[in-house]
């Protein structure tokens, strides 16, 4: 791994850092491809538990790095679809990795950077943070991003904010929906830990079951075929070890067999 991305390992909890500050940590396809990897890898780890995304640096992630922005200007069509084929794949093993994932947002976050945000289950920000949707300013649109930010703020929000370019602050990314928690900059720290023990003192199984759960009934018609896989949902986690430990514990009043 390169120096541009740090990956430390605490108990049960990976953190990976986006590590290029004097770049406000923005991405490249070398980047894009090692966080491809790191998420892959911890998402396929039995020890990981939980996931910290976080940055160096006043900024979390300005997007597209500029010397990358100069080589895709002169790519063909078949260039860029390759290209934006591997900043789709990152996002989505972000998305899809089976391991709860908390987004540390200390800074501002822009373009592409907010792919990664809506990627991620949680997203805990500063209350000095902006956000930005700057596509348009550049001619461009937020298309590879667009299916995780519309899930986080909605197909209202993102109206405008696709269509503006406008910064706008952590408080209005919270009323949005678009992160969960705004906290001073010298409490985020601690809600990050507040929200990683509640993360990690889940039943791990029962935890991955419930991120596909959302993944799979939010914005779905409730049809019968939907409540018959809710159902079996249900059926299938009652049976398995960790389900029949769990309740166990709880009748028995004591610590389920995860927390030993």
Sequence with gaps: MSTAIRLDMQGGVATVTLNRPEVRNAF????????SE????LGEDDVVRAIVLAAEGPSFCAGADLNWMRRMADYTREENLADAEQLAFMLRALYECPKPTLARVQGDVYAGGMGLVAACDIAVSVDTAHYCLSEVRLGLIPATISPYVIRAMGARAAHRWFLTAERFSAAEAH????VHEVVAADALDAKVAELLKALTGASPNAVRECKKLVQDVAGRDITRLLIERTVEGIADIRASDEGKEGVQSFLQKRKPSWLK
Excluded: H, Q
Excluded at 38 to 41: A, D, E, G, L, P
Excluded at 175 to 178: E, V
């Design 28 to 35: 490249n396809d070398a980047v894009i491809a090692e966080l």
């Design 38 to 41: 790191v998420f892959t890898r």
């Design 175 to 178: 009323r949005i929906g678009f």
